[in-house]
């Protein structure tokens, strides 16, 4: 049971950071307090949750390490987790405190409200003093566990070392990838390095090893090197070792076991200088370029032609260590998978007696969409299986959990991600399978649950990103993202007691099918479900054992279709959600919002997307946590309260798609929140009074400016982007239908950004060209440029003036006659201003 307990310790050690962050807010707030009331807050009780909090620290990575063996260990920390929620939900409910008493003091002073905070002191305390004393206990306990500081060398998993030997007999589904590396790799023509590193990427089980072996053992392979070495790096990154092994594999003869790192290394490069060598750096964990730096250099005095391939989950490694375009892995196909499955399940007995498993066979290998170690795993379990009975209970099993061998397989993975993302990753657990998701979406809940520090979407972005390199998510269709079956059942088995999806489960079986799956339902803290045209109260009645959650997630598979929600979700289920963070209610027919929703005081994320809302309760002021507010398309929406004055740790806004006479009665209330930092507003026409408060903001991030179609010139020119030096993403969207090519030109001409701009998304532009500004040499910082549905552009812009841009991504120039072919690698007429950004993707092909 090692995953299903791994995000125990590794959430508390993520939650200490905002446990401090809390902490020193509060202490901010006390000074702020005591000077102006006779009431006294116990100074010592928080110096005292502080000590506790750091003692805990130091052990919570060896109890993580330890639980899989210790179920007492293992109890241990599920019971420190309970604690520390409610410790962060009262240094939470202090913050607010602070929040507001600073808030009133700054709009209206009143000595009523100084009465209110001295009771709320008085309340507060006991609570405080308690949960000290709980995690006291916790304390004196990890003693008599044994725990201690973390020894890093302890591992929770493990993979056996590789050998460069292959049984062809029984790969199935790569030979045209096979085919395609043994090209580059036989391939010394121009532009080619001397010695070239080729990486090859891919999740856990998808074959990477396999290819290399296939490719390291071809006979035209053979006759071009004669000399080879395989070395498996491994998790355990020893330079010593892995020089070593090169030279026992290059000549054997001259290795000495007294041999020194300086030693190893001479002689390596005297054995494979001016040599056409091909090496294999078998699964590459190690991120360090220094260690790279250091253990290539021997290797660089090959002869021209010579090829060093690595293998590795992570795409960070393969860049650090490529000089060449890395090769990524796909699943192998459908008819392929079911090949391989017979090869091992079937080869020790008589085919024609199998007819009858086929069907079952087929519907179980479709689970393990195209990962061959999957395959071979399952293959392997039902191999002496011939009862018919048997493959359909193992169809509904547990096999794919981490009772099984597929999900240690990949927990590896999961084991070298830092902790913080591992808690991202755990979350993922409430995102269905084969339903894609945006990547704002994801990163915007992560921060609403604490997960991203500093709370800012580049940090959480940034997050996304590196779970995306190490292969937790791939991409489809350019724009949204999946995670692979066998990986979303990692993310389920890791986060089992805190995270819940519900995705057949209706009405009034819910209670009963949560305890087949054995939920325990006072634990849980996400929650997450298939929508559907009509969600009942009785499908929630389940929460009404829930106390803690924290995330109400309904997932949305029916396009823009409005569905109901029962009228009673705000007097029933509301109430019950009083620790809620994020609270999605996007899609419902809701047109009236209660005033009770200014009682979730930890609210971070409110959803109301596709809503029938006309407004906002005035009482949406007392939440004052909220970072993200989203009402794009609320077609109804007609004003906002006030009191949205008071919501000064927002962050993010998007009201995309909201009336126009919405967009024009908005300005005077953006002109009070022009000083909120990190501030990302989305909106869908810009025209009015809004132009001119736009003007006045420096503090945005984030900008997206849709519907351009309908701007003038003049008010175009009067969002002032060029001024705004904060702004580091920037998406400028037109509808796709144009009056005029050249008023379109000019528009985009005068929204010119700073010269600080990192990301650059245009979608819909129709000019036939672009502004000059577009690719000038003083874009330094731009890392990533989009251009998508620029039907009429005849010409690319001047990529090869943007040093610094890392993706390029095009899709849909029909204007540009093969556009694939002219950035084709060494080929194409374009390659030369391309041929520097290690991500192009073109029509959703990756072309480099």
């Known amino acids: 049971m090692a995953v299903a307990l791994a995000v125990g310790g590794t959430f508390l050690s993520a939650f200490l950071q905002v446990a401090f962050d809390r902490i020193a807010s509060s202490r901010n707030f006390i000074e702020f307090f005591q000077g102006k009331n006779d009431v006294q807050f116990d100074q010592e009780t928080l110096d005292s949750l502080e000590i506790m909090l750091v003692s805990l620290s130091v052990v919570l990575e060896d109890a993580e390490a330890k639980q899989a063996k210790s179920p007492l260990v293992g109890k241990w920390l599920d019971k420190l987790k309970a604690a520390m929620h409610h410790a962060d939900d009262l240094l939470d409910e202090l913050n607010t405190q602070c929040l507001r008493l600073k808030l009133h003091y700054h709009f209206q002073p009143s000595d009523a409200e100084l009465a209110f905070n001295s009771h709320f002191i008085q309340e507060l305390m006991p609570n405080l003093k308690k949960i000290t004393a709980r995690l006291e206990y916790f304390v004196k306990q990890s003693h008599l566990l044994g725990l201690q500081?973390?020894?890093?060398?302890?591992?929770?998993?493990?993979?056996?070392?590789?050998?460069?030997?292959?049984?062809?007999?029984?790969?199935?589904g790569r030979d045209d990838e096979k085919e395609k590396l043994i090209q580059r790799v036989l391939f010394d023509g121009e532009g080619v390095p001397e010695v070239s590193v080729i990486a090859v990427t891919g999740m856990g089980g998808i074959g990477k090893t396999t290819l290399t072996q296939l490719v390291y053992d071809d006979e035209r392979v053979k006759e071009k090197f004669t000399t080879r070495a395989w070395v498996c790096v491994s998790e355990e990154y020893d330079a010593f070792r892995v020089t070593k092994s090169l030279l026992m594999e290059v000549n054997s003869a001259v290795v000495d076991d007294k041999d020194d790192f300086n030693r190893l290394q001479v002689k390596l490069r005297d054995n494979i200088g001016g040599e056409c060598f091909l090496i294999i750096m078998d699964d590459m964990w190690n991120e360090n370029y220094n260690d790279w730096e250091n253990l290539k250099n021997p290797l660089n005095c090959g002869s021209r032609g010579s090829k060093i391939i690595i293998t590795t989950r992570n795409e960070n490694i393969a860049l650090m260590m490529q000089n060449e375009p890395f090769h990524n892995m796909q699943p192998i196909p459908e008819d392929q998978s079911w090949s391989l499955f017979e090869s091992h399940a079937f080869d020790n007995v008589q085919h024609i007696s199998l007819q009858e498993f086929e069907k079952i066979g087929k519907e179980i290998v479709m689970k393990c969409k195209g990962l061959p170690l999957a395959i071979k795993t399952v293959a392997g379990a039902l191999r002496l299986k011939r009862d018919i009975k048997v493959w359909h209970e193992f169809w509904s099993s547990e096999i794919w959990s981490d009772k099984g061998d597929i999900l240690p397989a990949l927990c590896l993975s999961y084991m070298h991600l830092p902790s913080h993302l591992k808690c991202c990753f755990a979350f993922c657990a409430l995102l269905p399978k084969d339903i894609p998701f945006d990547k704002d979406e994801v990163v915007l809940l992560w921060m609403a649950n604490d997960l991203v520090r500093p709370a800012t979407q580049k940090h959480g972005c940034d997050y996304f990103d590196e779970l995306k390199s190490r292969s937790f998510f791939e991409m489809v269709n350019g724009k949204k993202y999946l995670m692979h079956d066998l990986v979303n059942d990692l993310a389920r088995s890791i986060s089992r007691k805190t995270c819940i999806r519900l995705e057949d489960y209706q009405g009034a079986d819910l209670q009963q099918s949560l305890q087949r799956k054995k939920y325990i339902l006072p634990e849980l803290l996400h929650f997450s479900y298939l929508a559907t045209s009509k969600d009942t109260s009785r499908k929630f009645s389940a929460l009404s054992q829930v106390h803690n959650l924290r995330t109400f997630l309904?997932?949305?598979?029916?396009?823009?279709?409005?569905?109901?929600?029962?009228?009673?979700?705000f007097s029933d289920v509301l109430p019950r959600l009083r620790r809620i963070r994020s609270l999605t209610l996007s899609g419902y027919d809701i047109s009236v919002v209660p005033d009770s929703i200014g009682d979730l005081k930890h609210l971070r994320l409110l959803n109301f997307a596709g809503s029938l809302i006309r407004k906002l309760p005035n009482t949406i002021g007392k939440c004052m946590n909220l970072q993200t507010l989203i009402l794009n398309h609320c077609s109804s929406l007609e004003e906002l309260p006030q009191d949205m004055r008071h919501l000064i740790n927002l962050i993010h806004l998007d009201v995309r798609g909201v009336p126009d006479p919405f967009i024009q009665r908005m300005g005077s209330w953006l002109s009070i929140l022009k000083d909120i930092e990190n501030l990302s507003i989305l909106v869908d026409k810009i025209h009015g009074s809004i132009v001119e408060q736009l003007g006045q903001f420096q503090l945005c991030e984030s900008l997206v400016i849709s519907g351009l179609e309908s701007v003038t010139f003049e008010r175009a020119r009067r969002v002032e982007l060029g001024n705004k030096k904060c702004i580091?993403?920037?998406?400028?969207?037109?509808?796709?239908?144009?009056?005029?090519?050249?008023?379109?030109?000019?528009?985009?001409?005068?929204?010119?950004?700073?010269?600080?701009?990192?990301?650059?998304?245009?979608?819909?532009?129709?000019?036939?060209?672009?502004?000059?500004?577009?690719?000038?040499?003083?874009?330094?910082?731009?890392?990533?440029?989009s251009l998508e549905d620029c039907n009429n552009c005849f010409v690319l812009p001047p990529f090869g003036k943007l040093p610094s841009l890392k993706k390029l991504h095009i899709c849909s120039m029909d204007g540009i006659s093969e556009l694939e072919a002219r950035i084709e690698r060494e080929k194409g007429e374009d390659w030369p201003i391309v041929s520097h950004i290690p991500f192009i993707i073109v029509n959703f092909k990756l072309i480099s």
């Open 554 to 569: 309904p997932i949305h598979q029916l396009g823009n279709t409005w569905l109901r929600l029962t009228t009673s979700f």
């Open 149 to 172: 500081k973390f020894d890093p060398k302890e591992k929770g998993a493990y993979r056996a070392p590789s050998s460069s030997v292959v049984d062809k007999s029984r790969i199935f």
């Open 728 to 785: 580091e993403n920037l998406t400028l969207e037109w509808s796709g239908i144009a009056e005029c090519s050249q008023d379109e030109l000019n528009i985009f001409s005068i929204l010119e950004p700073h010269t600080n701009i990192k990301q650059l998304s245009i979608k819909g532009y129709q000019g036939t060209s672009f502004p000059d500004w577009l690719g000038d040499s003083s874009f330094t910082n731009m890392e990533f440029l």
